[in-house]
């Protein structure tokens, strides 16, 4: 019946990935960051208007300085091999959160990014970096407030997500069963899908089991 429109995911089990194989935790980030790119493939396969990722949220400030500047490099060096890629596949990219907290090399590599996209017309991918919902929520109720009308309809019209197609499903891989202040509000009426997968083993086919069953649910239970 009706096929998924946006899909959200929490890339969960980089770390566990890693020290299952007794590696140093950079590489599981490393084979995460493969696994993107194949979700940013498949994503564009499967026709999805809007995929949005949780890449780092406000709480990985509190990880160590080493994982957090490896990450910044592992975040440079994707849209310094990826940009290109997305961009020709009319890839759109957008940031949710507040980016302008990294270094100024990072923000200017990100904004770099957004213009190099910023006609396409195609999968939107949603980057949340230093991202939290309750933030989010409370920052698009105080812009609600300031125009003189609070209602959900006007919250959500404030949302970083505003211009996003409804979010329809969001995955968490490592099995894990929280929301981690990930799209506290979008979750509202969305599918929850969780596996036991490590993100670096996440692949596009995993990607379709979890939208056959999105498809599924909807045709037994109906629209909203
Ligand atoms: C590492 C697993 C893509 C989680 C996935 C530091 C942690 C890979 C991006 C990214 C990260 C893509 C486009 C863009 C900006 C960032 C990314 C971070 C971490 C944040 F414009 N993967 N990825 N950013 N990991």
């Known amino acids: ?24 935790h950079v590489v599981g980030h490393q084979r995460g960051v493969e696994a993107v ?39 440079k060096r994707f849209i310094l091999s990826d940009l290109e890629e997305m961009a020709e ?39 949340a970096l230093n991202y939290g919902a309750q933030d989010e929520i409370a920052r698009a109720a105080a812009a609600a407030a300031a125009k003189g009308e609070v209602t959900p309809e006007t919250i959500a019209a404030e949302l970083d997500t505003a211009d996003l197609p409804p979010l329809d499903l969001l995955i968490r891989t490592s099995g894990e069963v929280r929301l981690s202040n990930f799209l506290l509000w979008q979750a509202a009426y969305a599918e929850l899908y969780f596996t036991d997968v490590l993100w670096p083993d996440f692949t596009a086919n ?19």
Do not use: C, Q
């Open 1 to 24: 019946m009706s096929a998924a429109r946006h899909v959200a995911i929490i890339m969960d089990g980089n770390g566990r990935w890693a020290k299952k194989r007794h590696l140093p």
């Open 37 to 75: 790119r194949r979700l940013v493939r498949g994503a564009r396969d499967f026709e999805l208007e809007a995929l949005t990722i949780y890449a780092f949220s406000t709480e990985n400030w509190r990880r160590s300085e080493e994982e957090v500047s490896s990450l910044m490099g592992l975040m």
């Open 206 to 224: 995993h990607l379709k089991e979890a939208l056959e069953e999105f498809a599924n649910r909807e045709r037994r239970y109906g629209g909203r």
């Open 89 to 127: 596949n009319n890839i759109r990219l957008k940031i949710i959160g507040d980016y302008k907290a990294f270094t100024p090399d990072v923000v200017e590599l990100i904004e770099k990014a957004l213009a190099r996209t910023a006609d396409n017309s195609g999968t939107i991918l949603a980057v």
